[in-house]
């Protein structure tokens, strides 16, 4: 179940140059698919992908991917995830911007060290949180 609040218009016009990193979980697969579809960066990106399982990563197809893409997928559940997450990032290369869209505390948790350890500001730093994992606890 996706439960949506707002439709935005996905800001991109910062990615177009550098090294970027660009994330999406589940719920924001297509939003990437679209991305990478424009994709006129001359520079391949990082890719950073969450899911709970195997079968949703297949939603971004290999052949969007840039030639010389770095992909880093991230699977299990949402609190398996920020563990790895947090162990992953520190590992990542310097980037220029960064673009993607995840459960609210994943997108929180990796556009604060994009600010904290690599001082990327917020206008290269667009790392969104679609959702919250406690909208669908019960």
């Known amino acids: 179940m996706v439960k949506t609040t707002a439709e935005t218009a996905e800001k991109t016009d910062h990615i177009h140059t550098g090294r970027v990193l660009l994330v999406a979980d589940e719920t924001a697969m297509p939003a990437l698919a679209s991305v990478l579809e424009e994709w006129r960066n ?24 840039p030639a010389g893409s ?54 290269k730093n667009r790392v969104r949180g679609y959702w919250k994992i406690e909208d669908f606890k019960s």
């Open 42 to 65: 001359p520079t391949a990106p990082t890719l950073l992908l969450i899911s709970r399982d195997d079968a949703e990563q297949a939603y971004i197809d290999a052949s969007l991917f």
């Open 70 to 123: 770095s992909v880093y997928r991230v699977i299990g559940a949402p609190d398996e995830r920020q563990e790895t997450l947090s162990g992953l990032l520190p590992r990542f290369e310097q980037f220029e911007a960064a673009w993607g869209a995840s459960e609210n505390a994943e997108a929180k948790l990796i556009r604060g060290f994009l600010r904290t350890q690599q001082s990327l500001p917020p206008d």
